[in-house]
């Protein structure tokens, strides 16, 4: 129901963009976040978007780097990653669910996609 797409292996300063298709249950969500988990730590909000307006956040560490959009008419959310780090890489999740920064707000996880960033 929520499939993420768009990783890869790329190098430090490149950029990617991840999408992520929502379908049946999830269309009774209020928005959509992103998460990671980097190897050896927790998982952590990288960003969400509402779907109804233009509400969105974005965790201080992508803020200027990363960017968070949608189309409504195809039930996709997207986060565009720019001037990519080795600290970014990690297995990157999106949610549905209630808009917020806690994974409990999220009811439906997709399977992530991994994201590796060389030196």
């Known amino acids: 129901q929520l499939q993420a797409s768009g990783g890869g292996l790329v190098q430090a300063g490149d950029s990617l963009r991840l999408s992520c298709a929502a379908s049946?249950?999830?269309?009774?969500?209020?928005?959509v976040g992103w998460f990671r988990r980097a190897p050896g730590k927790e998982r952590e909000f990288v960003a969400a978007i509402k779907w109804s307006g233009a509400t969105y956040t974005l965790t201080d560490s992508v803020k200027g780097r990363f960017a968070i959009s949608k189309d409504n008419a195809k039930n996709t959310v997207f986060l565009q990653m720019n001037s990519l780090k080795p600290e970014d890489t990690a297995v990157y999740y999106c949610a549905a669910g209630v808009y917020g920064v806690r994974p409990a707000e999220y009811q439906y996880w997709g399977p992530g996609t991994l994201v590796t960033v060389s030196s």
């Open positions: 049946g249950r999830t269309f009774s969500t209020s928005a």
